[in-house]
């Protein structure tokens, strides 16, 4: 405190009836030091406990394999009279296997002080879950609270093998209480479980149909299910090349995946036959010869465009034989002595021959005597 001045009033003395002055008079008191409150750690509220609470959303990476498999009927053919050959195609897709990959939780840990100081608190989060989690809370470490106050922090997971398909989350918090050397903890729990993030579980199959970019939809929406084999057909009349020449045709099937394409290809030939002018064929000619020994040799020369069947009669004995356009071919077999043998093509007698006699038996030189 500061010092204190005082000052005298003028008064009359009754018995002289003179005024009197009075000196002023200084009273100096002893000063006061006011020291501030010593400083304190920070108090917590003893009858009042941090509550925490959890939420949690859990997910998974679960993609579908695809396979396809494409068959034709035949893989080169001639062309009709309209120019072009028919295929019959055949596609099949087939459900693979299902994967499980990236499996993550996350959410929030939600600390409230409910009493009338502030907290200082570390928050963890745990789960049974298995699958060797490692889970990290944001800012976790020394958390205050104000008396009163709410904090809310965000929380993940991630997993080093596979876990558990449910289970629960615990967020704790932990703190030391004034005066007290056990540290004190609040937990709080919530379910936790795993939603899909499904790749290729619906899928389109399309055909390009010989066309390059084309997209004639084969299936809009194919659901993967465990073992499924879905299959489809088609026809395709496809051009033919240059007269002597083949042409070539490939198709692919395609399913659309997410990792790219699963896809499926087969190419054919569609031939077209040399055109010859008219007077370039004739007509199937042919002979047969006989020897004594009973052998019968006929030969056939098929000069049409066509193929042709001659028909060899040896007696009641009766061969037939298919020669193509152009083509010659030689006929072999045997007959008896004077069997009659005809040679004949569409109706039309060829060469009509007889079996000779047996040949004679061979003559030695001991036989005759020299």
């Known amino acids: 405190m500061g010092a204190a001045h005082g000052t005298a009033t003028r008064r009359t003395a009754a018995r002289t009836g003179r005024a009197v002055r009075l000196a002023p008079v200084l009273l100096i008191l002893p000063a006061l030091a006011l020291d501030p409150a010593p400083a ?4 917590y509220d003893a009858g009042a406990t941090p509550t925490t609470t959890v939420t949690a959303v859990g997910h998974v990476d ?3 394999a695809w396979s396809l498999e494409k068959a034709v009927d035949a893989t080169t053919r001639s062309v009709d009279a309209s120019g072009r050959a ?3 195609y055949t596609v099949t897709a087939r459900a693979g296997a299902m994967t499980e990959s990236g499996w993550t939780l996350s959410g929030e840990a939600t600390v409230t002080s409910s009493g009338t100081s502030a907290t200082t608190s570390d928050v963890s989060v745990a789960t049974d879950l298995g699958g060797a989690p490692t889970c990290t809370v944001t800012g976790g470490d020394d958390v205050l609270v104000g008396a009163g106050e709410t904090v809310t922090l965000p929380w993940t997971c991630s997993f080093g093998s596979v876990p558990a398909s449910s289970g629960t ?3 704790t918090a932990a703190w030391d209480p004034a005066g007290d050397g056990v540290a004190a903890t609040s937990e709080g729990s919530a379910p936790a479980s795993f939603v899909a993030r499904e790749t290729d ?10 066309v390059s970019g084309q997209r004639v939809v084969l299936e809009p929406a194919l659901g993967w299910a465990p073992g499924l084999e879905r299959s489809w057909a088609y026809d395709l009349a496809l051009a033919g090349g240059a007269p002597g020449a083949c042409a ?8 659309d995946l997410a990792s790219g394409a699963a896809s499926a290809s087969t190419t054919v030939r569609a031939c077209t036959p040399e055109v010859l002018p008219a007077q370039a064929f004739g007509s199937p000619v042919g002979s047969v010869r006989a020897r004594c020994r009973g052998r019968v040799r006929a030969r056939m020369a098929n000069r049409s465009g066509e193929v042709a069947v001659y028909v060899l009669r040896i007696g009641a004995t009766v061969h037939r034989v298919a020669v193509g356009p152009l083509a010659s071919r030689s ?8 069997q009659k043998v005809t040679l004949e093509v569409d109706g039309r007698r060829l060469d009509r021959i007889r079996v000779p006699q047996r040949c004679a038996a061979s003559v030695s030189l001991d ?4």
């Open 367 to 370: 036989d005759l005597g020299l």
């Open 331 to 338: 006929f072999v077999t045997r007959a008896r002595a004077n």
């Open 169 to 171: 989350v615990t967020a």
């Open 62 to 64: 679960r993609s579908y």
């Open 40 to 43: 304190t750690a920070a108090s």
């Open 201 to 210: 579980a619906t899928v389109a199959v399309v055909d390009d149909q010989g």
């Open 86 to 88: 028919r295929f019959h």
């Open 248 to 255: 070539s045709h490939t198709t692919t099937t395609s399913i």
